[in-house]
C-alpha cells in the first residue's frame, strides 16, 4: 500500500508533539517533513522525528503532500489551511478550528472548492472513555438527556497562548471548544443561544483565564462549560475533561482521562501525564490517515469546528453584554 505523505505545518502548538509521535507510528505514513519559523524548534524536531526541516511552509506544500497537520498559533490556522487546500492536500487543523466565523467559512469553502477534506482536532471524539458515555447515551440506558455539566480545566500555558494578536483570546477560546463540541454529538442538536461570564480573575495577565458559561441547545438541553486555566503550576497543562450527564432515567458521569497518573516530581521538577489507555489523540491520527487515503468525510468535520467556534465567539459577546447571546 502507497504511503501517506503528510506533513506538520508548525510545532508552535505543545499538540503538535503528541499528533507527530502518532504518525511515526503508523507504517502507512511518510512524515515528508516539518516547518516551522522558528529555526530552532523546527530543527530540533525535525532531528527528534527523523524527517526534513523546511523554514517556509510553501516549500513543504511543493512535495507532493495528501496530507498536512495545522499546529500554528490560533491567527494563522486560516492562512495555513487555505494554503494547504491550494496544493491539495487534506487538512487536520489544531482547534480552535479558527478566531472568526468568516475564517471559518473561508477555510470550509477552500477545502471545498479544491476538493479536499479538512477536519478539526477534536481528540476527545476517540477518546475510550468518552466513546463509552456516548454509546450509553444513544441506547437510552439514561432516558433522554436533560442538562450536562462540562469542565475542561488546565493550567495556564505561556507563549503565544497568552498573547492576544496570535491566539485571539484566553481560557474561553482555548478550552469551550472541547465541550461544545461534545455537546453537540451527545445531544445531536445545535446551540441556539450562550451566557458567559469571563475574565481575567487568577494570573494577572490581561488575558481571560477563568469563564463559565452556559448554553441552551434546540432540543431543549442545557448545559454549563467551566474553561478556566484554574489549576496550579504544577499541574500537568492538559488533561481534565468531565462531565455528567443527567438524563430521565438516570445519569453518566465521564472523567475522559481517569486512565491518567499525573506525576508530580518536585524534586526533579518533572511533572507529566502517564497514561495506560489511548487518550484520543492515538483515533484521531488513525482517523485522518484513513481520510488522507480515501478522500472520506471525516467524522470531526471543518463544520463541526465551526459550530464550536461559534460558542467561544458568542461567549465573549456575551461577557461584554452580560445578557444571553443568540448564536444565530
Known sequence: MKKMRIG??????????????????????QLVGI?????????????????VFYENYHTLLEQHLDGVIVCSNNSLHATLSCDAARAGAHILVEKPFATTIEEAIEMIETAKKHNVRIMNAFPMRFNPNVIRAKAIIDSGRIGDV?????INHGKIPSGWFI???????GAVMDHTVHIADLLRWFTGSEFTN?????????????????????VELENGVFASIDCSWAH???????AQVDMEIIGTKGSVE?????????????????????SWNETGDEGLIR??????????????????????????????KSTRSHVKESIR
Open 146 to 150: 436533560l442538562c450536562i455539566t462540562g
Open 254 to 274: 465521564l472523567k475522559a482521562f481517569s486512565q491518567v497518573v499525573h506525576l508530580d516530581d518536585q524534586t526533579n521538577n518533572r511533572f507529566e501525564d502517564m
Open 163 to 169: 498573547n492576544p494578536s496570535l491566539a485571539r483570546g
Open 232 to 238: 496550579h503550576t504544577n499541574y500537568p497543562i492538559w
Open 8 to 29: 506538520v505545518l508548525s510545532f508552535e502548538h505543545m499538540h503538535a508533539m503528541s499528533y507527530t509521535r502518532e504518525l511515526c507510528k503508523n507504517p502507512q505514513v
Open 194 to 214: 450562550v451566557y458567559c461570564e469571563s475574565g481575567d480573575l487568577l494570573h494577572n495577565r490581561n488575558i481571560d483565564d477563568t469563564g463559565l458559561i452556559m
Open 35 to 51: 516547518a516551522d519559523e522558528d529555526e530552532y524548534r523546527g530543527t530540533s524536531m525535525a532531528a527528534k522525528y527523523n524527517t
Open 287 to 316: 482517523e485522518f490517515v484513513q481520510v488522507c487515503q480515501t478522500g472520506k468525510e471525516p467524522s470531526v468535520t471543518g463544520e463541526d469546528g465551526l459550530r464550536s467556534l461559534e460558542v467561544a465567539l458568542c461567549s465573549y
